[in-house]
């Protein structure tokens, strides 16, 4: 959907909006799980989120098990959270929902942290040349600045050239934390590129292709090898939650940042409220 009226045109009202989940989780069922009959048909129940058989009677709640069950918010509102979600370049904070779908803050923050789950990593490693870094999140007290600073949250990053990304909250950057999350999310024999730090070295034992640049020589690039993409997305990201939520607790930061990865990972797709709607059932 490329505007507001393409959505308000596709999702008038409550009952498209229950159809089109029940069309994704049902869509291929052509017989009743309970009385069998082939090819029935189910009808919306009045007034109620379910379908029924229409041989036996049977009902289907397309709601149960996805972010919307038990939900007592009207879905066309939910629907169209899903759509700011996905036109927003930086994210939506839960104050701006709280104004655009007319409900109270615990709600508006409950919706969008339900719709956040939506966008958690994949499972697909990353692939090519790939580049790894790691940097620091958040907190303002004064005092030592960089590595070793108070009230931060040390997160990681891979980044494919040109591709997907992904960034994990870490306890710190340690090779025992770090190596488990690069060995999971970096096909084996990717060109990995880092920076400098030492404990990097070790990559080639694992199966990996590593190049590096010196940043404390003023290096930012070597034969091809660098780190800036991951960079430019640390800036990115850094700025989005700056300018869209101000502060982010470490307690779902990492919420946050699936999102941030999310919108990235399907930027060039034609339609990321489409990638978010598959995903709910």
């Known amino acids: 959907m490329n505007n507001i009226t393409e959505f308000l045109q596709r999702f008038p009202n409550n009952e498209v909006c229950l159809e089109t989940i029940f069309n994704k989780k049902y869509g291929e069922m052509s017989d009743c799980p309970k ?21 036996c009677g049977h009902q289907l709640y397309p709601l ?30 839960s104050n701006e929902l709280k104004r655009q779908l007319g409900v ?115 290096q930012w690039i070597r034969n091809g090898s660098h780190i800036n993409s991951i960079e430019g997305y640390w800036s990115n990201l850094k700025k989005s939650i700056l300018g869209t939520h101000t502060f982010v607790t470490p307690r779902h930061l990492q919420k946050y940042l699936n999102e941030f990865s999310f919108r990235h990972n399907h930027r060039k797709e034609g339609d990321v409220f489409e990638s978010i709607i598959e995903r709910i059932v």
Not at 138 to 158: E, H, L, Q, V, Y
Not at 180 to 190: D, F, S, T
Request: hydrophobic share 30%; glycine share 10%; net charge positive.
């Open 35 to 55: 009385c069998k009959t082939k090819g029935v048909k189910f009808y919306k129940v009045k007034n109620r989120q379910c379908y029924e058989c229409g041989k």
């Open 64 to 93: 149960a098990g996805t972010i919307m069950h038990g939900t007592t918010t009207d879905l066309t509102k939910w629907f169209y959270a899903i759509y700011l979600f996905s036109t927003s370049k930086n994210g939506i904070s």
């Open 104 to 218: 109270t803050y615990k709600c508006a923050w409950r919706i969008g942290h339900k719709i956040r789950e939506l966008m958690e990593l994949d499972e697909i490693p990353l692939s090519g040349d790939v580049e790894l870094d790691e940097s620091l999140i958040g907190g303002s007290a004064p005092g030592k600045r960089g590595w070793g600073a108070d009230n931060k949250t040390c997160i990681f990053g891979m980044m494919e050239r040109g591709g997907r990304g992904k960034i994990v909250v870490v306890p710190n950057r340690t090779r025992e934390v770090l190596y488990p999350i690069i060995l999971k999310n970096v096909e084996k024999g990717a060109t990995v590129h880092t920076d400098e730090f030492r404990v990097y070295k070790s990559l080639p034992q694992f199966g990996y292709k590593h190049r590096n640049v010196v940043h404390s020589r003023r």
